[in-house]
């Protein structure tokens, strides 16, 4: 079989001789070939992603998703045309692509209409197989980031591949560096995974900079220790266990698959991992080779997936309910209505006749209310400024919340302006107006407000639910009784609520949740027991010639700003995502899970210190409290909060300085670093 633009078999024999040097053909399925297809899965959402290998007759897959097969004849396949490319291959439509419309490329049962592959290429140039998405529908193509994004995930992909096979391979006994050896150790310390091999007694022998990176110790603290130094200690035992059981019988294999696996830092922060086990014998002995992957930031995107997924279930299941209950209850309505036409005042039929009409009605506002979650209703939207809508709404609010919970306006000048139903702006502002009275029974305080923010592709990345962009703010807050983490994670939900029988229905946080996924926009809860609640919504700013679309920060060039920041923040993805952002600005950051460490920095005089940037609502103590202590310790520091909660909300809660810098979560990297700039110049100019 003719291959690639050579067009002769002796390349073909050349790369299924390279194919078959990686030993991977038949063996089994391996978490970290699982990781990357599904991460192709996540990123493109196709109904299919594999990764296969394609020999002499045969397509093989080694990871595959959405499927369960692992093997395809090689003639008439898609993989077959792709490794003839170095390029990512993309097929809109199979039906209409001249090299398969006559004869359609099956995938077990499945028709398959739209492919993209990027090759697996090894370092000599041999395309041994393919990463690909597929679908059974046709769709228009893939963007130049899209195509970009897939080949990379090939390239990770062919990156593992040969990192198994230097592993494997023997290396010299002389106390020299070979070739090999060296690529090895290069290998070694470019590689994504964390990789730690250990001895049969379970000693840690090799690390890479990723493990020191990843578990806070140094090469030195980690080399000669037990390798259940890395986890936490109720896994220790049963770990142990674990390992002397793969050394009486070592042989590759996946880990992490249906088990709850966990490491555990140097300073005592356990973090969740996915691990994959190898092995190499170096001099008459075996060492295992574990390669270890923090799946922190994944396991928060597959739990918003999904949330969004759930939602979306539920919407349609509410939507079709509310549509045919709808047709019940116009033959309700109007049934009632012709009766009453008929009958005398004083008939004794009339009052249950009325009563049938009043239940009528009511349960056509519960329709209403389903049917804008599941986001059905009919919308007459128009260019609007929110701003309006809340001064025009104002008075109603008012009357609403009743006199023991006070109205706090706090809207920014000129916010962008959206496309969007005025009347279901209002019914929003109504409906989490009567949530917020509802958890204030003693009187509080009601806090509306607004602004403008400017998205950019890092928070998107991070945050399913939005793209990048421009978007107006509107916030929601209450000094009330606050939610717990169960209960947020079900307030959108219709019918799910915590108030006495009787006393609601439980649809309107589901209806303001559909009214802001029918505008494109999305909603977030930030609450605690006892800290009341700030429900942030953010609409999409229109882009047209009626708006004027903010410039959006100055960006900064990695390594342009300077300094060094103290990072405190309770919850481990966010405090990742920050902590990633100032490095890629130019900051040096130490970083504190919890106050009691980030004490213990401040206290270490070694350590130079330009800002403390903390998170306000912590454990054992809130922010404000911690920027006491530091300031105790450095009186020249700088301070930076910042929270999910509003700005007000904070500010009459937790008893900051009128004068104190606050960032309110969600925040930009452009955001954040200007206030951080704005700070340190600050300090800088005044001499403090």
């Known amino acids: 079989m003719g291959i690639g633009a050579e067009g002769d078999s002796v390349r073909e024999s050349r790369r299924l001789a390279a194919l078959r040097t990686y030993h991977v053909l038949d063996t089994p399925e391996e978490a970290a070939f699982d990781r990357i297809t599904k991460l192709a899965a996540f990123v493109f959402e196709p109904p299919v992603a594999v990764m296969s290998l394609v020999d002499h007759d045969r397509q093989w897959f080694k990871s595959h998703y959405g499927l369960n097969i692992r093997s395809i004849a090689r003639e008439g396949s898609f993989a077959a045309q792709a490794i003839l490319s170095d390029q990512v291959t993309v097929v809109g439509d199979a039906a209409s692509d001249p090299r398969f419309r006559d004869n359609l490329p099956f995938i077990g049962s499945l028709k398959i209409r739209f492919y993209a592959a990027a090759p697996l290429i090894t370092p000599e140039g041999l395309r041994l197989g393919v990463l690909a998405v597929m679908d059974t529908r046709p769709r228009s ?70 493990a020191e990176d990843l578990f806070g110790y140094s090469r030195e603290e980690m080399i000669g220790q037990s390798l259940e130094l890395l986890l936490p200690v109720r896994l220790r035992e049963v770990h142990a266990g674990h390992r002397q059981g793969y050394f009486a019988r070592p042989h590759p294999r996946p880990m992490g698959i249906g088990m709850d696996l966990a490491g555990r830092r140097k300073n005592g922060q356990e973090f969740p991992v996915e691990i994959s086990l190898n092995h190499v014998e170096v001099e008459g002995r075996v060492l295992a080779i574990s390669f270890v992957t923090d799946i922190s930031e994944r396991l928060r995107l597959e739990q918003q997936l999904r949330q969004s997924q759930k939602m979306e279930a539920i919407g349609q299941l509410a939507g079709g309910v509310a549509h045919d209950f709808n047709n019940l209850l116009t033959v309700i309505q109007g049934c009632s209505a012709m009766s009453l036409e008929g009958m005398a005042p004083d008939d004794p039929l009339r009052e249950p006749m009325e009563e049938i009409e009043k239940a009528a009605m009511s349960a056509a506002g519960l329709t209403r209310q389903l049917l804008a979650f ?90 399913l639910a939005v793209k990048t962009g421009p978007y107006a703010m ?107 952002m100032l490095e890629k600005h130019g900051y040096r950051v130490l970083e504190a899970m919890d106050t009691t460490e980030a004490l213990a920095i401040a206290a270490d005089n070694r350590q130079h210190i330009d800002l403390l940037l903390t998170d306000v609502v912590m454990p054992k103590m809130n922010g404000a409290e911690l920027a006491e202590r530091v300031g105790q310790l450095r009186p020249s520091v700088k301070v930076l909060f910042m929270s999910g909660y509003t700005d007000r909300v904070i500010r009459l809660q937790d008893r900051l300085a009128p004068d104190a810098a606050f960032l309110q979560k969600p925040f930009t990297p452009k955001l954040l670093t200007a206030r951080i700039r704005e700070l340190i110049r600050f300090r800088a100019e005044s001499g403090k």
């Open 474 to 580: 509107l916030a929601v807050s209450d000094t009330g009784s606050g939610m717990t983490p169960e209960i947020q994670s079900r307030i959108f939900e219709p019918f799910f609520t915590t108030k006495s029988p009787g006393e609601g229905t439980g649809l309107g946080l589901a209806t303001v949740y559909g009214i802001v996924q029918q505008m494109e926009g999305a909603i977030w809860v930030y609450s605690e027991p006892g800290k009341g609640t700030t429900f942030k919504i953010l609409l999409p700013a229109v882009t047209t010639a009626e708006s004027v679309e903010p410039a959006p920060p100055a960006e900064t060039a990695p390594g342009e700003s300077g300094g060094t920041i103290l990072l405190v923040e309770d919850e481990a993805g966010v405090r990742k995502f920050v902590r990633a």
């Open 141 to 210: 193509g893939l963007t130049g980031e899209q195509i970009a994004s897939l080949a990379d995930l090939a390239a990770l992909a062919m990156h593992e591949l040969d990192m198994r096979q230097e592993l494997a391979r023997p290396h010299g006994s002389d106390g020299s560096i070979g070739e090999g050896e060296a690529k090895f150790r290069a290998l070694m310390e470019s590689a994504s995974q964390a990789i730690i091999a250990v001895t049969e007694q379970g000693l840690i022998e090799v690390v890479n900079y990723k």
């Open 374 to 463: 599941s986001r059905r209703q009919v919308v007459r939207p128009r260019v609007l400024d929110l701003n309006t809508v809340i001064t025009q709404v104002e008075k109603m609010l008012r009357r609403v919340i009743g006199e023991d919970v006070e109205l706090h306006l706090h809207i920014e000048h000129e916010v962008d302006l959206v496309r969007a139903d005025p009347g279901l702006i209002e019914q929003i502002l109504m409906n989490l107006a009567v949530n917020a009275r509802d958890a204030m029974p003693y009187g509080g305080k009601l806090i509306i407000e607004t602004g403008s923010l400017f998205l950019d592709q890092e928070y998107a990345d991070a945050h």
